[in-house]
């Protein structure tokens, strides 16, 4: 794919993380990027951050919008209007890429219109935790259709060919319903639509549900230290490590439900059996 890859990262008030967030992009492998900064009605500090950016950075730009509705989704469309890739990347205020993200993102896309990455989550205790599902799989295909939301901002790609062929693009959602979410139901929603699912870990989600409470320094705080390693591949090798005895457990904790479900399967079907002998003997 020719040209820059565009960057997307919306924000409003996290300008103690936004640059944390915003130089992970910058140090990628893929150096030709379009980093676009929304801010939807963002605060002076988030202001203050995005600016210093732009001055320290030429491929970054600040598209200050006021506040709009929900979480500034028209402001996106905006901000697409005028991006410059052929392929977008969205990253969120709080959150990092380990520095082959894009790369991977855009290999995924070599051969679909839109991609899902393997989604780590840090917990606030240190611990990691992997989600990944398949969207080349119809089946899952049609649950995440029906509501099942599994993809942070962080790890969502697709091409710019793709989203102008899209009925509506970024616009508010529904009260109650995920925006970004509201957003990926239309690439799925067409049949045509190519999708994808990575297979690496290449950036840490930080969930807001998981740090209610938590100011901004709290996060810049949480967030610094992994920052700081990001190029270093004993981090890489840690992460890597925490993500699979992460999902060894959840493994193991599936089949002793699947165990216990099997159990109580055979119990019902030897009641059964007993019913039967008895209403023969009757």
Partial sequence: MS????????????GATLGLSVRSALAQSVPDLDVIIVGDGASEETIDAANELVREDGRVRFLEFPKGERHGERSRHLALDGARGDVVCYLADDDLWLPDHVACMCELLQSA??????RLMAHPSGEYEIERVDLAQPSVRERLLAGLNNASLSTVAHTMRAYRALPFGWRPAPPGVSPPWYMWQQFLADPDCRAITGTRLTSINFPDSWRMGWTTADRAREIA????????????????????????????????????VERYVDHLKEQIEALRHDAQRA
């Fill in 3 to 14: 040209g820059p890859v565009t960057v997307l990262v919306p924000t409003h008030s996290h």
């Fill in 113 to 118: 219109d839109f991609a899902f990455g393997v």
């Fill in 225 to 260: 230290p992994a920052a700081a390693r990001l190029s270093d591949p004993a981090f890489h090798y840690d992460l890597h490590r925490r993500a699979l005895t992460s999902a060894l457990s959840k493994w193991a904790h599936i089949d002793a439900h699947v165990h216990k």
